[in-house]
Every structure is written in structure tokens, then in C-alpha cells.
């Protein structure tokens, strides 16, 4: 299945996509040209630029659709104001070092943002909440995200040193007490991609090479593995109700996948670089894809049956 529009602007690969809730807009981010570029989704063209200063490290809409979430080389994460592109609020890190992945909480309260840590920022006053470490043996966080609930903030880390075991692992904390409750060992050397499924009881990363892993919140565990792609997955993403899952890989193709039945239901091509972003609108009708380093600088829509 090939792409019905590609959106041009970008001048360096793109490193991450997310829609809007209402699937209205899309965000697109690229650290090398130092933007965040929103566009309609409908005219298939770009809304407006933003301007990050240090590099783009991760992009991501707040629940109400209103505000979008940027992290950077520099240490700090920043909101804007969608509608007229303003920078709202900077949220100062700590240490001389990216933070290259955020997230909002579900009640747009909480903003998380990570590497080499985990930072919790309150959104309306800019303070910083708390730093959770993420301990020996794992080499800094690569994806960070809420529960459903918001009751869990998780983070998907690289795996080295002797603790790690030579895996990955996605680390677990209790937002109210900021206690951690959980390392899972992942079933890969990196953890990469991490997304939960809105109906709270599972998560997916990617998995054994070059597998989806779909882990059980409760239990714990890795339950199932899904099998298709050629080449390593790099990320993943859930529509609104949990029953569609799309994963985006080095094999240059995204899967749709039906979470129930645990099968692959289509495959999207139509580049010749590796997808290493992926987002899904809410009522699971259309995908936006783009490429990550050496990749591609467009973004590229498909529409899902």
C-alpha cells in the first residue's frame, strides 16, 4: 500500500511524528534543521514552522490538542501554543545534556522528558517535580510515556554493563509517590520504541530482533510477539480504542496490525530509507511515517482501510 501525499519542508530526516486527538494536525520533528514542522492534515500542507533552538529532540501534542511539547539538545523542553505557534513555557533540565523524548500526562499536568534521566515538569509552573534516575547498567532513555491512567510514567532504555545484562529495559515508576515498581527486562539489547495501549492492560516495544513485543501491564511480561517485519522495529504507535497497533521499521514498511487477532492486516511502503517514526490517528483511518538518520526528509501519509 503506497502513500496518498508526502509532506515537503523539512531539510534534514525526520526523527518523530504524532497527530493531533482530533487527527486534525500532525507534528513532525527533524533534529538536524532545528523545527518542528505542523501541518493540516486535510489540505496536506504545512500550518506552521517552529523554531527550536540546540536541535529537536521529540515531539508530542497535550491531550487537549492545543499545545505541542518539544524537547532539545540543550538540556530543556519547551511548550507551544498551536494555534499561534508562541513558545508558552521553557522547562529547564539539569544537566548539560539532550532531552530527547517528552510526553504529557493524560490530564495535561505532567510533562516528562528524558535522557539520561527521567524529568517530571509541571506544566503550568514550569517546576521541576522530580529527576528519576534510571540506574547502573542502562545507557541513558530513548522513549518515555504515561499510562492511560496516568498513574505510571515508564521509560524504554539501551541496555549495557554487567546490571543490564547486555538488554534493554523499560523502567517503571508510581507518579504519586515517584517510587519506582518495576524493571522489565526487554527482550532486546535496546529499547526503542514504546507506546501503551489505551486500554491500560498492555504495551508494546519492539521486541526480539526483528519482532513486536506486547507486554502484559499486570503480569509484567512479554504475552505475545508478532512476526512480519525483516529488520529491526523502531517504533510503534496505538489508535484511540487499543485495536490497532502500527509499527514502523529498518525494513523501509510500516504493519498494521490487529491487536486482538495478532496478525498483520496490511503493509504501507512506498520509501527506500528506513521508517523510524510512526503515528496513527485516533479513529485508525490514516498513518503518517517518516525516516530518521540518513533517511528521509518528507513525511509521507497512507490511508488504512
Not at 527521567?118 to 509552573?125: F, Q
Not at 522530580?130 to 524504554?156: E, M, Q
Not at 506486547?214 to 509484567?220: F, I, T
Request: overall charge positive; some cysteine.
Amino acid at each position: 500500500m503506497t502513500p496518498f501525499a508526502t509532506l515537503t519542508g523539512h531539510t534534514s530526516p525526520i526523527d518523530e511524528v504524532a497527530f493531533s486527538p482530533d487527527g486534525r494536525f500532525l507534528v513532525s520533528c527533524s533534529m538536524n534543521d532545528d523545527t518542528v514542522r505542523v501541518w493540516d492534515v486535510q489540505a496536506r500542507a504545512q500550518n506552521r514552522a517552529l523554531n527550536v533552538e540546540g536541535g529537536v529532540g521529540g515531539v508530542t501534542f497535550s491531550p487537549d490538542g492545543q499545545q505541542v511539547a518539544t524537547g532539545n539538545m540543550r538540556a530543556s523542553a519547551d511548550v507551544w501554543d498551536v494555534a499561534s505557534g508562541r513558545r508558552l513555557r521553557r522547562f529547564a533540565g539539569d544537566e548539560d545534556t539532550s532531552v530527547n523524548t517528552v510526553a504529557f500526562s493524560p490530564d495535561g499536568r505532567l510533562l516528562a522528558g528524558g535522557n539520561p534521566h527521567v524529568k517530571l515538569w509541571d506544566v503550568t509552573t514550569g517546576r521541576l517535580v522530580a529527576r528519576l534516575s534510571i540506574g547502573a547498567g542502562h545507557h541513558g532513555v530513548n522513549r518515555v510515556a504515561f499510562s492511560p491512567d496516568g498513574k505510571i510514567v515508564a521509560a524504554a532504555t539501551d541496555g549495557f554493563g554487567a546490571k543490564s545484562f547486555g538488554r534493554g529495559a523499560v523502567l517503571l515508576w508510581d507518579v504519586s509517590t515517584l517510587r519506582r515498581v518495576a524493571v522489565l527486562r526487554g527482550p532486546a539489547a535496546t529499547i526503542r520504541a514504546m507506546a501503551f495501549n489505551p486500554d491500560g492492560k498492555t504495551f508494546a516495544t519492539n521486541g526480539p530482533y526483528p519482532k513486536v513485543a506486547l507486554w502484559d501491564v499486570a503480569a509484567r511480561r512479554v504475552t505475545a510477539t508478532l512476526s512480519g517485519h525483516v529488520e529491526s522495529v523502531s517504533a510503534v504507535a496505538f489508535n484511540a480504542d487499543g485495536t490497532i497497533l502500527v509499527s514502523a521499521s529498518d525494513d523501509r514498511s510500516i504493519r498494521i496490525w490487529d491487536v486482538a487477532a495478532r496478525r498483520s492486516t496490511a503493509v504501507l511502503n512506498g520509501t527506500d530509507h528506513p521508517i523510524t517514526a510512526v503515528a496513527i490517528t485516533g479513529d485508525g483511518t490514516t498513518v503518517a511515517g517518516g525516516g530518521g538518520l540518513f533517511g528521509d526528509k518528507t513525511v509521507r501519509l497512507w490511508k488504512v482501510q
